[in-house]
């Protein structure tokens, strides 16, 4: 198939891949809050969030979405269906506005739509080398970067659980990216295990490792849509912790190597700003957007009635018995 074909394959099934993640999020996110808040990582909310129907919808959208995702890198190239699939984030933004009954803010989709095109663009220029193709981890080389990213796990839960401060979302939001990284990082590890063989996986424990990184990460996603009001500013922090921490893993932990030449530090750096910044235009106007509802709300309790019933003596007051 020539690359043209493929391309008409890959690119479509990249762009319903991102729509039916960000589905998947806004309907998740929905259905969080039409459950009991649980503990973090309590796996007592996936058994509550069971029995909603809108987030069964999101457990098909996820299954939906993986399977294009799929079907996009077996046509396409890396570097054209990765920043494809980041546009999730916008995706997320407006079925989340749909299901609100409210219009997708022009600002929140101009911040998913940077925070794509930035990670889009640093993923392009961060794209490592080839590294290991068997499998194998460098266990004591990878060490520091284990220890670091489970550093940042922790102090997130920590600090979620031990705080009621709206970056709380936030926090939750980035221990979530950095698990679903770690897990993409070790799945390259898995794919490289099964050229050797299909048991070749079960001698090693990365898979084992993987199935309870996985299910974890996962919980806190369903525990990150649940703390917070808005679904976009915790999809963008997901979306774009995730890749970087694979990009991490591929070097750290896989002997992947980066271009480190000046032009492109300097690109990378541009594009991590970007990403930044747009996050921050996510989460100040979603701050504003929720602090706008509130006062709205407030209002309208507040308010009194237009029409009052007239009272049963007022026509006494007029030298007058009411009828």
Same mark, same amino acid.
């Given at each position: 198939?020539?690359?043209?074909?493929?391309?008409?394959?890959?690119?479509?099934?990249?762009?319903?891949?991102?729509?039916?993640?960000?589905?998947?999020?806004?309907?998740?996110?929905?259905?969080?809050?039409?459950?009991?808040?649980?503990?973090?990582?309590?796996?007592?909310?996936? =058994?509550?969030?069971?029995?909603?129907?809108?987030?069964?919808?999101?457990?098909?959208?996820?299954?939906?979405?993986?399977?294009?995702?799929?079907?996009?890198?077996?046509? &396409?190239?890396?570097?054209?269906?990765?920043?494809?699939?980041?546009?999730?984030?916008?995706?997320?933004?407006?079925?989340?506005?749909?299901?609100? &009954?409210?219009?997708?803010?022009?600002?929140?989709?101009?911040?998913?739509?940077?925070?794509?095109?930035?990670?889009?663009?640093?993923?392009?220029?961060?794209?490592?080398?080839?590294?290991?193709?068997?499998?194998?981890?460098?266990?004591?080389?990878?060490?520091?970067? #284990?220890?670091?990213?489970?550093?940042?796990?922790?102090?997130?839960?920590?600090?979620?659980?031990?705080?009621?401060?709206?970056?709380?979302?936030?926090?939750?939001?980035?221990?979530?990216?950095?698990?679903?990284?770690?897990?993409?990082?070790?799945?390259?590890?898995?794919?490289?295990?099964?050229?050797?063989?299909?048991?070749?996986?079960?001698?090693?424990?990365?898979?084992?490792?993987?199935?309870?990184?996985?299910?974890?990460?996962?919980?806190?996603?369903?525990?990150?849509?649940?703390?917070?009001?808005? =679904?976009?500013?915790?999809?963008?922090?997901?979306?774009?912790?995730?890749?970087?921490?694979?990009?991490?893993?591929? =070097? &750290?932990?896989?002997?992947?190597?980066?271009?480190?030449?000046?032009?492109?530090?300097?690109?990378?750096?541009?594009?991590?700003?970007? =990403?930044?910044?747009?996050?921050?235009?996510?989460?100040?106007?979603?701050?504003?957007?929720?602090?706008?509802? #509130?006062?709205?709300?407030?209002?309208?309790?507040?308010?009194?009635?237009?029409?009052?019933?007239?009272?049963?003596?007022?026509?006494?007051?007029?030298?007058?018995?009411?009828?």
């Amino acid at each position: 198939m020539d690359t043209g074909t493929a391309l008409v394959i890959a690119v479509p099934a990249a762009v319903l891949g991102a729509a039916g993640f960000g589905l998947a999020s806004a309907a998740q996110q929905r259905a969080t809050h039409e459950v009991a808040v649980t503990p973090t990582l309590s796996p007592r909310l996936i =058994v509550e969030l069971l029995a909603r129907p809108m987030w069964l919808l999101g457990l098909v959208a996820t299954i939906v979405a993986l399977f294009f995702q799929i079907v996009a890198l077996a046509f &396409g190239p890396l570097a054209v269906v990765q920043p494809l699939l980041v546009t999730g984030v916008a995706f997320a933004a407006v079925f989340a506005a749909l299901m609100s &009954g409210h219009r997708p803010d022009p600002l929140i989709l101009l911040g998913a739509l940077l925070c794509a095109a930035g990670l889009s663009t640093f993923l392009l220029l961060a794209r490592p080398t080839a590294g290991s193709t068997d499998g194998d981890i460098d266990l004591w080389g990878g060490l520091p970067l #284990a220890i670091a990213l489970a550093v940042v796990v922790v102090g997130c839960i920590f600090y979620a659980a031990s705080v009621e401060h709206p970056s709380r979302v936030l926090a939750l939001a980035l221990a979530t990216g950095v698990l679903y990284g770690v897990t993409a990082g070790l799945m390259k590890v898995i794919t490289g295990q099964l050229r050797l063989g299909l048991d070749e996986p079960f001698r090693h424990p990365v898979l084992y490792i993987v199935c309870i990184i996985g299910p974890i990460g996962f919980l806190l996603s369903q525990n990150t849509f649940q703390a917070g009001q808005l =679904v976009a500013p915790a999809v963008a922090v997901i979306t774009s912790v995730d890749p970087v921490v694979g990009v991490l893993i591929g =070097v &750290g932990w896989l002997g992947e190597e980066l271009d480190t030449s000046p032009a492109q530090l300097a690109g990378e750096c541009l594009a991590a700003l970007v =990403v930044i910044g747009s996050i921050a235009l996510i989460v100040a106007r979603g701050h504003r957007i929720l602090r706008h509802r #509130a006062a709205i709300a407030d209002s309208a309790a507040n308010q009194l009635p237009t029409y009052l019933p007239p009272r049963r003596d007022a026509g006494v007051q007029h030298g007058r018995i009411s009828g």
